[in-house]
């Protein structure tokens, strides 16, 4: 069985960096992209950008540029996504999904999502 | 605002059929294979469709996916209380170089 299980829920200040991981299992780590995405409070889902564990090549979405950080620890299938200088409008579910073949297209879908990490940014 | 426009919701009785539009442009749909995605509050989203009409194993035939130019659309058939939930298509956009989704539409069973 395939599986993503990401880390548990996180309460920030502002300016504040968070880190959430994504511990994969059930499958060759190494050749299926992974992405993030988040869903803000009433709000739709927005794609934050991806990382091939295989050769570390990520790609984020605009507005993500400069401010987050996806890398990967190959020997412990496990994704992680670093977001600095935190506002409330960052407070939000994150999720990480994987791409569903391997060396997928950019439009790839996902078929495999973890549970979610709530972060909550307040003063 | 998404480049992918969805109405916000659709409703019908138990047994019926809805269908979710899922409009774009030149730069995402016509172009790229479309996903669709359900998603229940509370859960982690679930792939319903990819590359436009393919089902993943597991997904019942109820659900289909057709794409036309710079729409897709997503049927859902023999509707049950189950499929209540919000729906997102989803593709890659080659001009704003990022996966992009739609506004989401909300399936309500009457």
């Known amino acids: 069985q395939v599986h993503l299980v990401q880390s548990g829920a996180e309460v920030k200040k502002p300016g504040a960096s968070m880190k959430v991981s994504c511990k994969a299992s059930g499958y060759n780590f190494v050749t299926y992209g992974i992405n993030w995405v988040r869903q803000a409070p009433g709000q739709g889902l927005e794609w934050m950008g991806w990382?091939?564990?295989?050769?570390?090549?990520?790609n984020c979405a605009q507005k993500f540029q400069g401010r987050v950080t996806m890398t990967t620890d190959t020997s412990t299938t496990t994704a992680y996504m670093e977001l600095r200088s935190l506002t409330s409008d960052d407070t939000a579910v994150y999720y990480c999904a994987k791409h569903r073949a391997v060396v997928g297209g950019t439009d790839d879908a996902f078929d495999v999502w973890g549970q979610g990490t709530m972060v909550t940014v307040f003063s | 605002q998404s480049v992918l426009t969805q109405p916000p919701s659709v409703s019908a009785a138990p047994g019926q059929k809805v269908s979710v539009s899922c409009s774009g442009n030149?730069?995402?749909?016509?172009?790229?294979?479309v996903s669709w995605y359900q998603h229940l509050p509370g859960t982690a989203p679930k792939l319903l469709i990819y590359d436009n009409n393919k089902r993943p194993s597991g997904i019942p035939d109820r659900f289909s996916g057709s794409k036309s130019g710079t729409s897709a659309t997503l049927g859902i058939t023999g509707l049950q209380t189950g499929d209540e939930a919000d729906y997102y298509c989803?593709?890659?956009?080659?001009?704003?170089?990022?996966?992009?989704f739609g506004t989401g539409t909300k399936v309500t069973v009457l």
């Open positions: 990382i091939i564990p295989y050769n570390g090549i990520s």
């Open positions: 989803g593709t890659w956009d080659s001009s704003l170089s990022a996966y992009v």
């Open positions: 030149s730069s995402n749909i016509g172009n790229n294979y």
